[in-house]
């Protein structure tokens, strides 16, 4: 190949991507100037809309379970690291282990959507609404192949409830947005499609 028809296709190659950059450019315009009428002063996004509708629905869940340690074979351990870190403790027996979720309400009669895996084989389930109130709850069931449980809180005064949508109604690219609690009581929320 001469050093001329090899210039020649790296032209073409660089005319190549300067149109797919120009395509892809043209692409993400709508999308920014979507974001920036989002966030222009004195304007609401859908975001903000759905965020201020369900957020009173959001609660957090806090689980206790006892789980049986299993003994430890100090034999295992590597010598060099047992040097190091010293001689592991012994204990077995049970020991309570404690987890973290979020849910959301999604009747006046107290129940509460959330995932399989946050109230797996709990024995206690505290809940914490997003006005700050406790309630004890309890689990009246779960399907680990869809990870989805059901929660019924106890007390009287229950929290509103977030409407559910139609699944049936949802397309492929349809925006998803995400509440919940990551860590301690913050209220929290995802955006995207």
Known sequence: MSVGSGRSLILRLLKVQA??????????????????????????????DAVRDVAPAVVRIDTERVVERQPFDPNLIDPLLRDLLGEPGFGYGPERQR???????????GLVLTNAHVVEQVEDVNVTLANGDQRDGEVIGRDPVTDLALVRLRGTSLPPSAQLGDSEALEVGDWAIALGTLTAWNGQSRLGS
Do not use: K, Y
């Not at 987890?99 to 009669?109: E, L, M, T, Y």
């Open 99 to 109: 987890g973290q979720g979020s849910g959301v309400v999604i009747d006046r009669q």
């Open 19 to 48: 149109v797919l950059a120009a395509m892809f450019l043209s692409l993400l315009q709508p999308m920014q100037v979507m974001a920036a009428s989002a966030a222009l002063p004195g304007s609401h996004s859908f975001v903000a």
